[in-house]
Nanobody
């Protein structure tokens, strides 16, 4: 069973907004901080933001002030509200634990299918 199911991506004009959702396995969601990651064409996957179990958020500089990460512990779901989108935000977006499962001892390196965000006029 895939531990992460992302949704909410799409095509949006520069300056627009999108809200991404990720339904996670409860056994992961209840224990770990959760992160959003992205992979742009030709680039490595990078961290965008993460949120602790107690809902304390952290953002990378490039999205600070534009993106908001949140979590609903009752629904095992993490969200990413993205405002003021820029063409350089174009990427496939993924959620995972933070750090990702693959670097946690005893866990397999598992990812969901991701959701594509394209920012273009």
């Amino acid at each position: 069973q895939v531990p992460f199911v992302e949704s909410g991506g799409g095509l949006v004009q520069p300056g627009g907004s999108l809200r991404l959702s990720c339904a996670a396995s409860g056994s992961i969601f209840r224990v770990y901080a959760m992160g959003w990651y992205r992979r742009a064409p030709g680039k490595q996957r990078e961290l965008v933001a993460f949120i602790t179990v107690t809902s304390s958020p952290t953002y990378v500089d490039s999205v600070e002030g534009r993106f908001t990460i949140s979590r609903d512990n009752a629904k095992n779901t993490v969200y990413l509200q993205m405002n003021s989108l820029k063409p350089e935000d174009t990427a496939a977006y993924y959620c995972n634990s933070y750090p990702p499962l693959g670097v946690i001892p005893g866990r397999d390196d598992e990812w969901g299918q991701g959701t594509q965000v394209t920012v273009s006029s």
